[in-house]
């Protein structure tokens, strides 16, 4: 993919995934509580998740069916909500104690800690809902279909991935990790939601885990993780503030296990150049021409050759 | 049912309930996290909505079947998941910050807070992971059935019910709400989630809202969840702290308005049996056997006739 035709493809997915989340996170909330999950969600973050579901459910040939193409905008906003619920809850005063997240007040700032809770809370409630619409709801996705979605989003989300990850992220503050632990982390706390949104573009198509492109996607899936906590940790060790968004150099303020402070900055890029190299290589053996991989394969790049 | 034979069918259900929380609440979540929502969800509490789903499936029939057995155990989890994370959400200093629930220190004093809101964060994922079985998994519960009961546990727990009520809940301290105002909170704060455990336990047979028998198995639910809230208010209004094994009169202490406040004492006794006789009188209109709705009629009894 030329990066003209990167940005089109991109620019037509966000802006589908923008306008869905408009429409299916209710201004209607009652108690100033959808005000907060707007906030928390809408306009906001690079929507990495919300574009790998696209490129794999695009790549299995998902997006020829009017019902593939709904699940697949349904998935891509359940795995953005989980995220911004996430980051919401994470950037509370008990847990990072962020005021700043994308040159704007965090949710608690702007609404209270308790509104902020209660936002997340609702947001991974919102998740399931969009996952699983009713008759007139959803252009008839199947409820195989549904279940599948909510069975690899739920997994992806909970203790054996990001909230799993996220408490050993907590108990590691001010501790000597090795390198194994902090893979473990990092394939939990953000490697899992990833890795579950190339699942989840490829169940768009009916694929399953019997299915032969299944293990080269998740394993597509599993690199570009890693990956892309490595490249966040050489770039919060490289990068000002406001290339970033958000505070810079926190992580190894607070004494937490990075990839830099475990391998050295050199260590780190050759790390991630390793694992693009393993992404593509996994994309090659899903069998699928080079022309539906083609956002995948673009997507693995942007990840590791990024500035924030 | 006379006392004698609920006692039996109750803890049976509880038994069941509780070891089927013991296997599929991880303590082998990593960090401490498998621990705090052990600590959350097990052992505890009235297991109202665990009873409630289970009525509810054995009313209709659901219980005939291996599959329907096994859906309507994992109904009766989730929502005791759902139930338990929420108030280990709500026990935290940034809402009601309470530090004793049924006698034990609540999860953010005995874990810290933002291990407690992971553990929230983590039930409530483990809530859909628990719907929806992978192969191997859950004795054969069929995807359509899986999603319906993630589509409605969902909608129950999100900005349209639970997490939209505490919203409502959260803005009204020190404001005067009218009745109708009041209604609405509990309706979606306690009321949906316990509305939600009929549906599901119905949905274990195949009932869907197209069945004769569903809208009045949810009118049952609107009847005693409402009732059930103002049973608590009551309650909180004349017993003893030991007796309700939480702090009593906090919530009038905060100014917050309560049936009590509104109705007075008579009149929210009042308004309570009048509910009681609403539940009863849809439980006439299922066209089911009073045999088979014995434990929703007497579930009714119960939540009104009740000490604590």
Redesign the interface.
């Known amino acids: 993919m030329t990066p003209a035709v990167y940005a089109t493809w991109s620019a037509d997915v966000l802006a589908r995934v923008e306008s869905a989340l408009h429409e299916w996170v209710?201004a209607s909330?009652?108690?100033?509580?959808?005000e907060a999950?707007r906030y928390g969600v809408l306009d906001g973050g690079k929507r990495l998740r919300a574009l790998l579901v696209q490129a794999a459910a695009q790549a299995v040939g998902a997006l020829d069916s009017a019902i593939g193409t709904e699940a697949a905008l349904r998935a891509a906003c359940a795995v953005e909500l989980i995220h911004a619920?996430?980051l919401v809850?994470d950037d509370?005063p008990?847990?990072d104690n962020d005021v700043l997240r994308r040159g704007k007040p965090t949710v608690h700032v702007q609404f209270?800690?308790?509104?902020a809770?209660?936002a997340?809370?609702?947001m991974?409630?919102?998740a399931?809902?969009v996952?699983?619409?009713?008759e007139g709801e959803g252009a008839g996705v199947p409820?195989?279909l549904?279940?599948?979605l909510?069975?690899l989003?739920?997994?992806a989300?909970?203790?054996?991935?990001m909230?799993?990850?996220?408490?050993?992220d907590?108990?590691?503050v001010g501790h000597a990790l090795n390198e194994a632990t902090l893979r473990d982390m990092h394939h939990?706390k953000t490697g899992a939601l990833l890795r579950a949104s190339v699942q989840m573009g490829a169940a768009c198509a009916g694929l399953t885990p019997h299915s032969l492109a299944w293990a080269p996607l998740t394993a597509y899936g599993h690199a570009i993780g890693l990956a892309f906590q490595i490249v966040d940790d050489v770039l919060d060790a490289t990068q000002p503030s406001d290339t970033l968004g958000k505070t810079a150099g926190k992580d190894a303020d607070a004494n937490k296990p990075t990839y830099v402070s475990l391998l050295g900055l050199d260590g780190a890029r050759q790390e991630a150049a390793s694992l693009l190299q393993q992404a593509h290589d996994a994309l090659g053996q899903t069998g699928l021409s080079t022309a539906a991989l083609a956002p995948l394969a673009a997507l693995a790049e942007r990840i590791v050759h990024r500035d924030h």
Chains 1, 2 share one sequence.
Do not use: K, V
Not at 29 to 34: C, E, S
Not at 131 to 134: E, K, N, Q, S
Not at 157 to 161: A, T
């Open positions: 209710p909330a009652p108690a100033g509580l959808g999950m619920y996430s809850h509370m008990c847990m209270g800690e308790a509104q809770m209660l997340g809370d609702a991974q409630a919102l399931f809902e996952l699983t619409p009713d409820a195989a549904q279940a599948h909510s069975r989003l739920a997994r989300s909970g203790q054996s991935g909230a799993g990850g996220q408490a050993i907590l108990a590691s939990r």
